[in-house]
């Protein structure tokens, strides 16, 4: 407890809401990061309410469903039928609120810039009702500096101060969807506040739903560590694909290589070769960060070095389909080329700038006949040649595998049977290492 920096009455007043757990928090934006966060401050005894843009999502919500695969619906239903949890699309209950959470989604534009639009909208909504007494914490990924250089202006305007009125700080989400282990409870919470009082409160708010939080200096330093840990991901995926793509050179198989490095106990952690990254986080944080660096006139060659050798690998695992097909005097142009996963990662629903896209409008653009199955989507919008396809998922039995003139494992979901693919398949390409125990068979091309 930070109690040195905690003085002023309306500080007092928020800290033991906090503490007895009447304090009103409102999450914006319930996605991925937001639902998870909202229901785990509603089990734990809070009043919360989740706004959200999109009217399907506050719908299911309130009607007890849950639409992200880590949030069950029983407990949804429960919180919602205990009031514990409401969803709404009425911005103007921000002004019952003590607590407001920005979750929303953080892009890049075009040009691979940051695209805040969606934190400033959601700052514009909170600066419409910001009241005395009220702590905003930022949660979404965004380049250091966002916090106190745009958030805190805007709260500024409305006469209210920092400190005096309210409250601002960082957290980084770092959730992990599809993690068995590792829980929005359990992952340790980073905090920097824009003041020190701020992040005192922050503390002791996470303190109440995890069960570790580490305050840091400035909101700054959050933003910026958790800049650090997906470049962190994407700059050795990046050289362990570089190793996967030497090694194949060297006739040397990577896989066997990165288990034999990762017996030292010490100075060296496993990563994976793979299709490319995916997902909301690893393909776009670096950006955020290397675009702050060239403001200020710093060129940083590393990152976007990783990002050029993690954004080149769906072209390569082509160039392994091409091979393939050629090894039974095939081309890739009329051939019917099925793609084995299409999440970003196992056991997930999460497509969002899947590898598995780019392969497949790559494939496309050769004149393949591309198709898909993934247990985990059944539905897939693809954008291919300047047309919108609607995918469907292809039931994965003995006719489909057989019928591919090629199958490409891009995600090694739990639920595929690894032995009926090999058995079935006249020609595989094996992004992920499925078929180890198939390394010696000519129908088996590895990365
Ligand atoms: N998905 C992950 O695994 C993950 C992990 C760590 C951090 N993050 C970061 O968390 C943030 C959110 O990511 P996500 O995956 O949850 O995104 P998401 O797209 O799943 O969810 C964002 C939600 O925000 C809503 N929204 C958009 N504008 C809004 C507004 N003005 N007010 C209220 N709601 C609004 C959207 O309708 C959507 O439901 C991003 O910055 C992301 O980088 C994501």
């Known amino acids: 407890m930070h109690s040195s920096t905690l003085h002023s009455d309306v500080q007092v007043a928020l800290l033991n809401k906090i503490h007895n757990r009447t304090a009103q928090v409102f999450v914006l934006g319930l996605g ?7 229901a785990q401050f509603a089990k734990s005894g809070f009043p919360v309410t989740g706004l959200d843009i999109d009217e399907a999502k506050v719908a299911r919500l309130n009607s007890g469903t849950s639409y992200i695969q880590d949030v069950d619906s029983r407990e949804i239903r429960q919180l919602v039928e205990d009031r514990h949890l409401l969803a709404s699309g009425d911005f103007t209950r921000l002004a019952s609120a003590d607590v407001v959470i920005i979750c929303v989604p953080t892009p890049l534009d075009k040009s691979k810039k940051p695209d805040i639009s969606y934190i400033v909208s959601a700052a514009e909504h909170i600066q419409a009702s910001l009241c005395p007494g009220q702590l905003i914490v930022l949660e979404s990924t965004t380049y250091p500096g966002t916090t106190d250089e745009v958030l805190l202006p805007m709260f500024e305007e409305t006469g209210l101060r920092l400190d005096r009125d309210f409250f601002l700080a960082f957290s980084p989400e770092r959730v992990d969807p599809g993690n068995p282990t590792y829980r929005t409870e359990n992952i340790p919470k980073l905090v920097g506040g824009v003041s020190q009082e701020s992040t005192a409160l922050a503390v002791e708010l996470y303190s109440t739903v995890v069960t570790r939080v580490h305050p840091v200096s ?10 650090l840990e997906n470049t962190f991901r994407s700059v050795n995926i990046a050289l362990v ?19 034999a490095a990762g017996t030292k106990p010490f100075g060296f952690m496993k990563f994976y070769p793979g299709p490319g990254i995916g997902g909301h986080c690893i393909p776009l944080d670096p950006y955020y960060l290397s675009w702050k660096a060239r403001l200020h006139g710093y060129e940083p060659r590393f990152i976007e070095l990783a990002e ?46 899947s590898p598995a896209l780019k392969l497949m409008q790559k494939l496309h653009r050769r004149g393949a006949r591309v198709r898909y199955s993934d247990p985990h ?24 595998l057989a019928a591919a ?5 891009v995600t090694d979901h739990r639920a595929f049977e690894w032995h009926a693919i090999a058995r079935h398949c006249r020609l595989l390409v094996d992004t992920r290492n499925a078929l180890a125990t198939y390394r010696d068979d000519s129908h088996v091309f590895h990365l």
Do not use: F
């Open 308 to 353: 050029e050798v993690n954004t080149r690998m769906p072209d390569y695992v082509v160039d392994l389909v091409v091979e393939a097909l050629n090894s039974q005097h095939k081309c890739v142009n009329g051939a019917d080329v099925l793609i084995l996963g299409v999440a970003y990662k196992p056991d997930i629903d999460d497509y969002r700038e």
């Open 405 to 409: 003139d090629c199958a490409v494992i």
């Open 218 to 227: 400035s909101a700054r330093a959050a933003e910026t560590a958790k800049l």
């Open 377 to 400: 989507v059944p539905v897939l919008p693809l954008l291919a040649d300047g047309k919108s396809y609607i995918l469907q998922s292809q039931t994965l039995d003995e006719q489909t």
């Open 32 to 38: 991925y990061v937001g639902l998870p966060l909202a």
């Open 241 to 259: 694909n570089e190793m996967a793509q030497l090694c194949r050179i060297l006739n040397i198989d990577v896989w066997e290589v990165v288990e």
